[in-house]
């Protein structure tokens, strides 16, 4: 069989968690709203209503562009794209088309030995969102609530090689979107969706074959599996002799299966013209410079600087800077133990992090400071507690936002290294278990860890282990 490799593009639409929606005064998250409760005259095309540009959707789009390094233009303007469809009520779509709000860009995905991916970003516009469409009881059903919703379109070259890819793109897109506080970016609410142009080619071919288009894909996983399945559909044709037809397929998540769709509109269709009511979008050097000076670092930075800076292994990196404010909590941490960054990368992402995921927080909401933390790593550095301790004071923190040495100090907490006071339980944890004693002399040495067990249940895990086996050893010898 032909060795194949798959030319993917993704476009994605972006919803842009603006107050409001980006022509009009109604909100733009309606969510949780009864049907067409979130309308107004001008979202739901009324004749006589004139559209106004939202500042702040402009601003969110301009941030995106300029964290996917693409070069923001000095002036743009909105087209009218015209359909119909029953979600349209205005029967056009605003829409950038001829003089887009940025040009170029990329987002390059790390692949493994240190190697990259660039996906170069062949289209970044605004434009507004269009309403939903049910069918519930043999009817179909329009709400409008979602019409004029901000969003930015954002369509890749074909650079992506693997379902994997793809599905990597998505992700980093993802993280990147929540980074910069654009967009919830919640895959499973459309405020990031996403159609895939799929087709194959022999390997090292640099020409294209025909594509399919997939629609309605809405997780990640879904992407990776329906992109996979089609990779194997286009193979089997090809093996067969079959040529590969230009189809819309759709996504059947329920089912796992790729449905044939209707067949697209061409461009020509849609008969752009500029859009009369709305002025052309002139951006200003300052205005450009205003958002640049916003612009965070990003999070694909911020991991290659813990690499080098911290000396973290990637995997620690990449999970650390998964979210911002946990890659700040890291950071913060870092600098108020002053110790080994590793060690706080270890509590991290054994212990904080659970929390977190069971809170269902993230980590600029919790009550336990980086300074806690901090803390916490210091008293067990010291030797004031142990580590069992130390994993428990992260609960109190979080539950009464005391510090852990105030909890220490009132509950008692710190280790007991007093060796008369751990020989003394020592020999009560011998006398209470003469099995075990007889079969620990007769050769079974794995019992040593159940006794010291029995005497750290008796002091509530104050004691120092260490030194507890030292004194089991010695008693259980004689
Ligand atoms: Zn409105
Ligand atoms: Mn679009």
Redesign the pocket.
């Known amino acids: 069989m032909t060795d194949y490799e798959a030319v993917i593009g993704l476009e994605t639409?972006i919803q842009l968690n603006t107050l409001t929606k980006i022509f009009c005064a109604c909100k733009a998250d309606s969510w949780n709203a009864a049907p067409n409760t979130n309308i107004c005259p001008v979202c739901s095309g009324l004749p006589g209503v004139l559209p106004v540009l939202n500042e702040k959707a402009v601003e969110k789009a301009m941030l995106l562009a300029a964290a996917m390094h693409a070069q923001i233009q000095s002036l743009s303007f909105f087209d009218r794209k015209n359909y119909f469809y029953p979600d349209l009520p205005k029967g056009y779509?605003i829409?950038m088309y001829e003089a887009p709000l940025a040009t170029g860009g990329y987002l390059d995905l790390p692949l493994p030995q240190n190697e990259a991916r660039r996906v170069r970003i062949a289209k970044l516009h605004l434009?507004e969102d269009a309403g939903k469409t049910k069918n519930a009881g043999g009817k179909r059903l329009i709400d409008f609530n979602r019409c004029g919703v901000p969003?930015v379109?954002m369509v890749t070259s074909p650079d992506l090689r693997s379902a994997e890819e793809a599905a990597q793109y998505l992700t980093r897109l993802r993280q990147l979107l929540r980074w910069l506080g654009v967009s919830e970016a919640d895959m499973e609410k459309g405020h990031l969706r996403c159609d895939a142009n799929v087709s194959i080619r022999p390997r090292g071919a640099a020409y294209l074959n025909p594509k399919t288009e997939i629609k309605n894909v809405n997780s990640i996983d879904a992407v990776r599996e329906a992109v996979q399945k089609e990779i194997e559909r286009q193979a089997r044709e090809m093996e067969a002799g079959h040529t590969i037809e230009s189809w819309t397929l759709e996504w059947d998540e329920d089912s796992g299966k790729l449905k044939k769709m209707r067949s697209k509109e061409t461009e020509a269709d849609y008969r752009y013209f500029h859009e009369p009511d709305l002025l052309p979008l002139h951006i200003s050097e300052e205005w450009k410079k205003s958002i640049l000076t916003a612009l965070p670092e990003l999070p694909l930075e911020r991991r290659q600087r813990f690499v080098t800076q911290y000396g973290l292994p990637e995997y620690d990196a990449d999970i650390l800077t998964a979210e911002r404010s946990l890659s700040d909590y890291y950071e913060q941490t870092v600098k108020a133990y002053g110790g080994d960054p590793k060690k706080v990368s270890n509590w991290l992402m054994n212990d904080v992090l659970r929390m977190l995921n069971e809170k269902g927080m993230t980590a600029d909401q919790l009550r336990l400071l980086p300074a806690h933390l901090a803390e916490i790593i210091r008293l067990i550095d010291e030797g004031v507690i142990n580590n069992a301790t130390g994993k428990s004071l992260l609960e109190k923190v979080q539950a009464s936002g005391e510090t852990p040495a105030a909890i220490v100090a009132r509950e008692g907490l710190a280790k007991v290294s007093d060796d008369a006071a751990i020989r003394s339980i020592c020999q009560e944890v011998i006398a209470e278990n003469p099995a075990e004693v007889e079969n620990y002399r007769n050769g079974k040495a794995t019992l040593m860890g159940w006794f010291v067990g029995q005497v750290m249940r008796k002091m509530r895990g104050k004691a120092d282990p260490n030194l507890a086996r030292a004194i089991l050893e010695e008693l259980l010898a004689q």
């Open positions: 639409h779509q829409s434009e969003l379109e």
